[in-house]
């Protein structure tokens, strides 16, 4: 393979919730793939859509950069959360100075918040059975 139509491919991995997205990202025109399919095709509301490809926004990327997403685990939700903390991830290997630009908008800290597990002798984490005093 002839060394010009190599581009500089970045990864970046990000978690959110129980998924794991796995960011490729490289100098383009804006394709964004999640998984096979488009963004706005894979993730069922706009607002996800939005919300994963943040990033780029912030930092004015959108239309230069190609990403490419793997993401598995969870739901839309933790997955448009997980590709966003990628993608951050990804552009900050690319090029360091975009750091404090992202690091404002709060995209490089990972989202700590994960789900509280069910206790025994209760339906679920907090919620209790009925009470009967007869």
């Known amino acids: 393979m002839s060394t010009d139509t190599v581009t500089n491919i970045f990864t970046g991995t990000g ?9 490729r990202i490289s100098e383009g025109t804006g ?3 999640c998984n096979g399919r488009d963004f706005e095709d894979y993730f069922s509301h706009e607002n996800f859509a939005k919300q ?5 926004l912030t930092v004015e990327l959108r239309d230069k950069i190609d990403v490419t997403v793997n993401v598995a685990g969870g739901g839309v939700a933790g997955q448009a959360g997980a590709v966003a903390h990628g993608i951050a991830r990804a552009l900050q290997k690319m090029n360091a100075e975009l750091r404090p630009a992202l690091k404002k908008a709060g995209h490089i800290t990972r989202d700590p918040r994960e789900r509280e597990r069910k206790k025994p002798g209760q ?3 907090r ?3 009925q009470f009967s005093k007869r």
């Open 127 to 129: 919620k209790r059975f």
């Open 31 to 33: 394709k964004l793939t």
């Open 15 to 23: 978690r959110r919730k129980t998924s794991t997205a796995r960011v």
């Open 52 to 56: 994963a490809y943040a990033p780029l």
């Open 123 to 125: 339906p679920g984490a």
